[in-house]
């Protein structure tokens, strides 16, 4: 091994749209070590959430994330629901679904423009989110705005979707559909795309288990996992659709997957709208009073994989615990298995192709002294402290065992 150098990503760089630290250990071209650090996003939204009535935290948690500001509340609502045991009406499940189905259509319609921007097809960037414009101006029509939606509430959703709004989301629809084919004939077709993406930052189905990646990042390597199929919430199971997955697990794959979900949304948004019209006029609420002590778990499909929020309520009107899992803190691990080995060129590639969010991602760990209030602990130092018990333990059994 050569001389080896230190190429810092970030934590401002222009590939990164959040501040995020990524430090390439490089031996010529070639990435053979990489370290990542976290924390610059750390806003406490967790004990923030504690401070609010159950129906203020809406309005928190779709706040984690721009692009998934549907997915947080969908995870929140279900922890909730599920500790009342509230049955929400079946329109409110229809209209939950056509929310989320869009969120999931202009995330991935950002990430096919972001992708061709890094790969130097600045047509693609442009087409891409030209063609999204029509889904935010949709979100704005339903709900108000074109993110941080303000739809869900819990036992249902704030605002009806009438025969007006669905007629021009048909309209919508039918457009992104013949745009989509654009798309997917512009990157399928492209020789230089083939060459530049296939065989680049793969992951093995292994891969993806050890890290415990999700959403398309782990259907591009034929893991063949959805919440949405596997833990049916909303409607996912009133409708017709399939889960998209692909073998060769690299970044063409992952493409090819987030390309083609946009076909399953569309038609599960078309079908939700042709049921919301034959159930005809319907409650989109149920009437919630008081959310009992219990805890409570909800889960959904973000566009970037599985969102998980623990709620845990003692009676009162905030919740006395939330805990939030977004799918990229487990899918940005997968870095320093598809970046080492690579050229540098890769890495920026490699590093976008798992759709990375780093503020949905954050975490910030510390402990400190209650009487005195001095640190005494960060992350690092408490994983050290659980190594050494592990290492501790680990001897004195190999120890027996002689």
């Known amino acids: 091994m050569g001389k080896i150098t230190i190429v810092p ?18 031996d010529g071209e070639i990435v053979v070590d990489m370290e990542w650090e976290t924390g610059y996003n750390h806003r406490g939204i967790e004990k923030i959430c504690e401070s609010k009535t159950f129906e ?18 969908f995870a929140y609502a279900n922890a909730v629901e599920s500790i009342g045991g509230v049955q929400i009406p079946v329109r409110a499940k229809l209209i939950r679904s056509i929310i989320g189905e869009l969120e999931r259509i202009h995330s991935h319609l950002l990430w096919v423009g972001l992708a061709g921007h890094f790969l130097g097809y600045n047509t693609l960037f442009m087409w891409a989110w030209k063609y999204r414009e029509p889904v935010l101006d949709m979100f704005e029509i339903i709900t108000g705005n074109r993110n941080s ?13 009438d025969e007006t709004k669905a007629a021009q989301l048909l309209k919508v629809l039918d457009d992104v559909k013949t745009k989509t084919d654009l798309l997917v004939g512009a990157v399928m077709d492209d020789p230089v795309i083939h060459a530049r993406l296939k065989g680049v930052g793969t992951l093995t189905a292994e891969d993806i288990h050890d890290f415990g990646a999700v959403g398309p990042t782990a259907r591009a390597s034929g893991v063949d996992i ?18 998209i997955t ?23 948004i078309q079908q939700c709208l042709q049921l919301i019209k034959k159930e005809g006029a319907g409650d989109i609420k149920t009437k919630v009073k008081e959310i009992p002590p219990g805890i409570g778990i909800g889960r959904a499909e973000a566009p970037r994989g599985e969102v998980f929020h623990f709620v845990k309520s003692d ?4 919740p006395v615990r939330h ?18 080995g690579g050229t540098i060129s890769d890495a920026a590639i490699a590093t976008a192709a798992v759709d990375p969010c780093y503020c949905c991602t954050e975490r910030m760990v510390q402990v400190y002294d209650y009487k005195s209030g001095k640190r005494i602990m960060n992350a690092a130092d408490l994983i050290k402290l659980s190594q050494q018990k592990t290492d501790e333990l680990r001897t004195k059994i190999l120890a027996k065992g002689q």
């Open 246 to 268: 692909a073998k060769e697990g690299d970044i063409f794959a992952k493409a090819e997957v987030r390309l083609l979900e946009l076909y399953e949304s569309i038609s599960i």
């Open 149 to 161: 939606y303000a739809m869900f509430t819990i036992g249902g959703v704030r605002r009806d979707i």
């Open 226 to 243: 959805d919440v949405r199929r596997d833990d049916p919430y909303a409607a996912y199971d009133m409708v017709k659709w399939k889960v």
């Open 315 to 318: 009676g009162s009107n905030s």
């Open 323 to 340: 805990k939030i899992l977004a799918p990229s803190y487990n899918c940005i691990t997968t870095f320093r298995r598809s970046c080492i």
């Open 9 to 26: 990503i970030g934590p401002y760089h222009p590939l990164l749209e959040e501040p995020e630290f990524f430090k390439l250990y490089c």
């Open 56 to 73: 203020q935290v809406f309005y928190v948690v779709e706040r984690i994330c721009g692009i998934c500001s549907t997915s947080h509340p």
